[in-house]
């Protein structure tokens, strides 16, 4: 039974590896005259001199540290400590999923209209009003399901206008070495998924407080973080995406 699966992965893989190989050209080409390493160096510290760059990776370090403490703390949260039979686990979480193809919809409609900034703003905005509810939970002990989980698919709704816009605003400074920069990015995502699933560990008590904690706190950091935009970006005129 294992085997049907196991070979559909396996051309899957190789479909798309072909399909990079056939459509996807290197943006930064190997100059013999230097060293790899030293390439990796000079990319990784041409990627942080930039502010937009910076601004663009906290974005996405708050927003994952609150992604990951609620996928790490969701089973424990509606099976644990709010008593659903696990058959209804799948149908809860997906809707943390809806909220993202709402927000992905939204935000690809309303990108017509305003720039990835303001749209980072919108974000921010639902994520700190799901995230100040939240650490009045924490702050409380305890809330209703549909409170808290409701205010759960809001900060998702939110994710969906902060990592893709902030994932834009990173990387447009530096076409040259978008593989690296997106390597970078990628790398900061996992360490702060994995610090906040530790954290999230940590916390458990057998309540709701670390999972509302952490997504709070997260919340609000978004929003405090693009509040001081201005410290981060300084008097930095954001590059327009590359045509």
């Known amino acids: 039974h294992w085997r049907l699966p ?53 974005v996405i370090m708050f927003t994952i540290i609150g992604i990951m403490a609620l996928i790490s703390g969701s089973s424990s949260l509606i099976i644990v400590i709010y008593g659903y039979p696990v058959k209804y686990f799948g149908l809860i979480f997906a809707l943390t999923g809806l909220s993202i193809l709402a927000g992905s919809t939204v935000n690809r409609r309303l990108l017509q209209r305003f720039d990835a900034m303001q749209m980072i703003g919108a974000g921010a905005v639902l994520a700190g009003i799901a995230g100040a509810q939240l650490l009045l939970m924490a702050w409380l002990g305890k809330a209703p399901f549909a409170w808290l989980w409701g205010n759960a698919c809001l900060f998702m709704c939110g994710t969906a206008f902060l990592l893709p816009n902030a994932t834009a605003i990173a990387l447009d400074p530096v076409p040259r070495i978008a593989g690296v920069a997106a390597s970078i990015m990628g790398t900061i995502q996992s360490l702060s998924g994995a610090t906040s699933a530790i954290i999230s560990s940590v916390l458990y008590s057998g309540t709701i407080m670390n999972v509302a904690v952490v997504l709070g706190a997260s919340g609000v950091g978004v929003v405090l973080l693009f509040l001081g935009r201005r410290a981060i970006l300084g008097d930095a005129t954001l590059h327009g995406r590359e045509t």
């Not at 990319?43 to 910076?54: D, I, K």
């Open 6 to 58: 196991f070979a559909a992965t396996a051309l899957a893989g190789l479909l798309i590896l072909l399909g990079i190989y056939t459509s996807l050209d290197e943006t930064l080409a190997a100059r013999q005259t230097q060293h790899v390493l030293r390439q990796l160096l000079d990319s990784v510290r041409e990627f942080f001199s930039h502010r937009q760059c910076r601004f663009g990776v906290l």
